[in-house]
């Protein structure tokens, strides 16, 4: 099998991650800032430090759950089950980039050979 065709593919499905990453852009920012700010007021309402406060708020916006911390105020957990929400959505626009990206680079070689 020639690899030329896989290198093609490889080099325009990063050109149009890229592409889609800028567009998307301001969306993804939002959504981290408000991962962190959300992390940040749930250390406060804990009484975490702000460090682990930003790591829960990872932690739990991309549904991995560690279970190390866990709030225990009612505000706490309500913010954790928007942070939740907020990191699905954050994983479904990275994977309707990815698709797109993947899409656009085989048509794009597809159609050169």
Known sequence: MNN???SNIRRE???AVGYYLKLAW???STM???I???GLIIA???GWQPFDGIYFGFVTGLTIGYGELVPKQPLSRVLAI???FNGVLLTAIFAA???RAIEEAVRKVGGDS
């Open 4 to 6: 030329a065709p896989v």
């Open 13 to 15: 499905f990063y050109k």
């Open 82 to 84: 928007l942070l939740g």
């Open 32 to 34: 981290l800032v408000v």
């Open 36 to 38: 962190v700010t959300v």
């Open 26 to 28: 301001p969306i993804f």
């Open 97 to 99: 980039i990815s698709v």
């Open 44 to 46: 406060y309402v804990e």
